[in-house]
């Protein structure tokens, strides 16, 4: 293997540049959550498709597995080697923004590019994506997203260019037909294009996204509601988002959630600057300001209620907003929700992307689980999730292990509930690339906490079986949540006929979604 390991690096473009220092073998070797028993061969950074294809042409003539990764932060090992001498990709210098059409509404950008570049390259535009980006999105890529899957919004996804392990560029959806402006829809014979989304890099790398894009609807409003615990909070998100559209809610225990408090004035200055280039800007500013302000002060004695429900609303007019708001505080009041002041909607509007949830309060490690499924399993989600904490609540205290949750839906399309582990322990070398210093100072984890993360591997395994066992699905399947076994006969049949096809050395991501080892 050795030989064949210096006959790959030697075969590579004098060009690329191959990264094998001890740093970036280390940050490339963890994820979120866990190391990987072998360190990778190399982290290699392209710069350009050509790069890319050479990549795989020398990998796939060697007999070298490769890992695709962008800023790495799975948890579910999709970007660790599987095995030892492993290649892997770094997308992060496939990072131009290739084009924006106003007209046709469009973009075009290269799979390194983060979800927050993207927002920043629209301002001033009155455009947006039509999908919702992962909330990593400041540094999370847009290739590494699509690979490991997103909630809702895939169809706003028209076109991809991917690199096969075979060394082959592919347009696939818009541009197959050889131009760029080759139709901005996806239809036209067959469409292959979802085979390579969610994928978890098993049909080799993504290195370039094509995006639809819609108008920023001139009106928003925001609400927040206080309630008792998970199920309250999932029933009364059923009941918010009943018939009304244009919606997006999301709750959290209150100890948990992002307020404006949170946020450096940094981030302060800049979500007033966003909110004052809006229509009305200045009365979302001052809407904002005061909602932060009354967090501050506490002036709510209600808020003392352990749940918040966060609910944003958009609109054509103000007297549309008005009309769903005041639904919403009948719905709210009806079900027995008490409507209460809070900066976390607006800021989760204006402000997406927060990678604080990598770590908890202190500074702990933290690692989710999700179940995904349509609007009408929130509840049944939710209420698995609820029944799994309280029966293991004695294991989770013995072993200073805390839970928390995030529920979110898009009414009429799906849900997600996402329960949460924190415990003390190390953090890993991706670490370093989430959260402040100071809350990673609060405390000193400094004793490898064996037991508690061995216990939280077990437990999300259990939870993840239960959730399944409700009929939810998975983003970034990775190793950990079950794909293969779920799938009927022929469906497996005919994706392992198309990865061997695809791959014929197996050399694609081993391991992920069940397929190699």
């Not at 290649?87 to 983060?114: F, M, P, W």
Request: with cysteine; hydrophobic share 45%; net charge negative.
């Amino acid at each position: 293997m050795a030989q064949q390991t210096e006959l790959f690096l030697n075969r590579l473009p004098d060009d690329l540049q191959v990264d094998t220092s001890e740093s970036a073998l280390e940050m490339a070797s963890s994820d979120v959550f866990a190391i990987a028993p072998f360190p990778p061969l190399a982290i290699l950074l392209p710069t350009d498709v050509q790069h890319v294809c050479a990549i795989w042409e020398a990998a796939n003539e060697h007999g070298i597995p490769v890992i695709s990764r962008g800023a790495g932060l799975s948890y579910t090992g999709s970007v660790l080697p599987a095995g030892p001498n492993t290649a892997i990709i770094d997308t992060g210098r496939l990072n131009k923004i290739e084009h924006i059409d106003q007209d046709d509404r469009y973009i075009r950008v290269q799979s390194g590019v983060s979800w927050q570049q993207i927002d920043q390259a629209l301002e001033g535009t009155s455009l947006r994506l039509k999908l919702v980006p992962p909330i990593s999105g400041s540094l999370s890529t847009v290739g590494g997203a699509l690979a490991q899957g997103l909630p809702m919004g895939l169809e706003s996804i028209i076109g991809i260019e991917v690199v096969t392990p075979t060394g082959q560029s592919l347009q696939v959806g818009a541009g197959q037909f050889g131009s760029s402006l080759a139709g901005v829809n996806r239809t036209m014979g067959a469409d292959l294009l979802g085979m390579f989304l969610g994928s978890g890099g098993i049909f080799g790398t993504i290195v370039s996204a094509t995006f639809r894009l819609e108008p920023v609807p001139p009106c928003s409003a925001y609400r927040t509601y206080r309630t008792t615990h998970l199920k309250a909070a999932a029933h009364l998100a059923g009941e918010l988002g009943r018939g009304l559209e244009h919606l997006r809610i999301f709750g959290t225990p209150v100890h948990h959630e992002r307020t404006m408090a949170d946020i450096g004035w940094r981030e302060k200055l800049a979500l007033g600057w966003r909110l004052l280039r809006r229509p009305k800007g200045l009365i979302s500013l001052i809407s904002a300001l005061k909602a932060w302000l009354s967090a501050l002060n506490g002036t709510d004695a209600r808020a003392q209620l352990p749940v918040a429900l966060h609910v944003i609303i958009e609109g054509q007019s103000e007297q549309e907003v008005s009309r769903v708001c005041a639904a919403l505080d009948f719905a709210a009041h009806d079900n027995g929700a008490l409507r209460v002041s809070s900066p976390a909607p607006s800021v989760m509007h204006q402000s997406p992307y927060s990678l604080r949830g990598m770590l908890g309060p202190m500074g702990e490690r933290w690692v989710p689980v999700h179940g995904i499924g349509a609007a009408s399993m929130l509840q049944p989600l939710a209420q698995v999730t609820a029944e799994f904490f309280d029966r293991h609540a004695d294991a989770l205290e013995a072993h200073e292990i805390n839970t928390s949750w995030l529920l979110m839906l898009w009414p009429g399309q799906c849900a997600l509930v996402e329960p949460m582990f924190l415990w003390p322990a190390p953090l890993l070398p991706v670490h370093q690339l989430a959260g402040s210093a100071a809350t990673r100072a609060m405390k000193d984890w400094s004793t490898e906490a064996s037991s508690s993360t061995k216990l939280v591997r077990q437990l999300r395994e259990e939870l993840i079986a239960e959730l399944d066992a409700n009929g939810a699905t998975h983003l970034q399947i990775g190793k950990t949540y079950p794909y293969r076994t779920r799938l009927n006969t022929a469906m497996d049949a005919l994706l392992l006929a198309i990865k061997n096809e695809m791959d014929p050395k197996g050399i694609a991501a081993p391991g992920n979604l069940g397929f190699g080892s």
